[in-house]
């Protein structure tokens, strides 16, 4: 994967000097740390530093920069995204995509795995970021979402039906310079006519996509709500399953035993259904919401007691969640489903970077890693609103934005 990593480096050896580490890894702080950074990478982490051009936190709490395993920058919250989608043209959600990922660099969120967009858009974005042609959170892209006729957001989607079918597609993606490849597995919230409760592929097209995508290197994220959707996907070999809202013991198990991830997203669910009538959303979408939020914090609860692998994602994008919406969706975990913060903050951190596969990279805050993490005037172990209030943003050791309140801040209760 070298190639997401071609870009434009400082010089410079900086020093970042009296901050308090936050070890996402042993929810520990290290405190009193300096931070010696050399063409955007962390070369040396110690008490006491010498020369450089040294910047000053005294006393400031750095946590990695966070991750989003789960984003649609294509979108920015619009109540009806599929209409939206087939409304705009490609130049116009090119621009909006674009500040969609500066919006989450400005958040503290560096990283984001953006999971279904049409034309070719993420995929472009992610490359005019790493040269430097636009400015924003690191972009990991799956092209268009692989769906069955009809299927789950179809929109902004491949069609395609019968394993060959699917195995072209996939094809189709990576030809594109897709990173990863997305998959609809189940029914969803935003697509009229569709149930949570119906699962979308069969096996055997899921299998053909995961070994295809597998055969060029690349993971597979597969969008499942229900049960049976959930344990297809797991049991076909993909590497995260997007949701995975209504858990059953069966599914628990099954994640154990392929290491696979799950990447919960309750935000888009809980707005839809608590606030989706007064912003417009359409009514089908609200009332599968609502079912939805009744299971949903449990399965989370359960995935967590269980030992399950969690990377957060948000949905970011979605009907009423402009980016970015990790600062909301650490929120909702404690808030809905009484996760401590150490756990939240690893699943947006550590976690996902393990779940996109760039966990030698980022996620740490260590020797050899990117430079890039937010600096927070509180503990964010110990108080996770604070994620609303990034003080600065370093990303391969410059300082790119800070100073800001993330947009959800006014929605905590
Ligand atoms: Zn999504």
């Known amino acids: 994967m070298e190639y997401l990593f071609r870009f434009r480096e400082e010089n410079v050896i900086k020093v970042l000097k009296e901050v308090n580490i936050v070890d996402v890894e042993a929810s520990t702080l290290i405190e009193g740390q300096a931070i010696v950074i050399e063409n955007g990478r962390i070369v040396d982490v110690t008490r006491s530093p010498v020369g450089g051009e040294a910047i000053s936190f005294r006393g400031a709490f750095l946590c990695p920069g966070l991750v989003d395993a789960h984003v649609h920058l294509v979108w920015e919250g619009q109540p009806d995204p599929n209409s939206f989608s087939l409304r705009e043209s490609v130049a116009m959600t090119a621009y909006r995509a674009a500040r969609s990922a500066w919006r989450n660099l400005e958040g503290g969120v560096t990283t984001v795995r953006d999971v279904g967009g049409p034309h070719g858009i993420s995929i472009a974005l992610a490359e005019a970021i790493e040269q430097g042609i636009s400015q924003g959170a690191r972009v990991l892209a799956a092209g ?79 969008h499942a709500l229900p049960e049976q959707a959930i344990q297809n996907a797991l049991e076909a070999g993909v590497t995260t399953v997007e949701h995975a809202a209504l858990l059953s ?52 609860q359960m995935a967590f007691a269980a030992g399950v692998r969690i990377a957060l994602g948000t949905d970011a994008g979605s009907p009423g969640i402009p980016h970015p919406t990790v600062p909301f969706e650490a929120w909702l975990w404690q808030s809905l489903a009484n996760i401590p913060a150490p756990a939240i903050l690893r699943a947006a951190t550590l976690g996902a970077a393990e779940a996109v596969g760039l966990e030698q990279e980022i996620g740490r805050i260590q020797q050899g890693y990117w430079a890039d993490f937010v600096v927070y005037r509180s503990n964010p172990l110990e108080d996770i609103t604070v994620l609303h209030h990034p003080e600065a943003i370093f990303q391969r050791g410059a300082q790119v934005a800070g100073g800001g309140t993330v947009w959800s801040k006014t929605l905590l209760g």
Do not use: W
């Open 144 to 222: 268009s979402p692989v769906v069955q006729t009809g299927g789950h957001v179809y929109s902004i989607s491949e069609e395609a039906d019968g394993p060959d079918e699917v195995r072209k597609a996939v094809r189709r993606q990576i030809k594109a310079g897709a990173h990863l490849i997305k998959l609809m597995c189940s029914g969803g919230a935003y697509t009229r006519g569709e149930s949570i409760h119906a699962t979308q592929l069969t096996p055997a097209e899921i299998r053909a996509a995961v070994e295809e995508a597998k055969a060029a290197e690349r993971r597979v994220a597969a």
């Open 249 to 300: 013991k069966r599914n628990l198990d099954a994640f154990c035993t392929t290491g696979a991830f799950m990447v919960p997203t309750l935000a888009p669910y809980y707005l839809m259904a608590t606030r989706g009538r007064e912003m417009g959303v359409p009514d089908y979408a609200v009332v599968k919401s609502e079912q939805v939020m009744e299971h949903y914090p449990t399965s989370l």
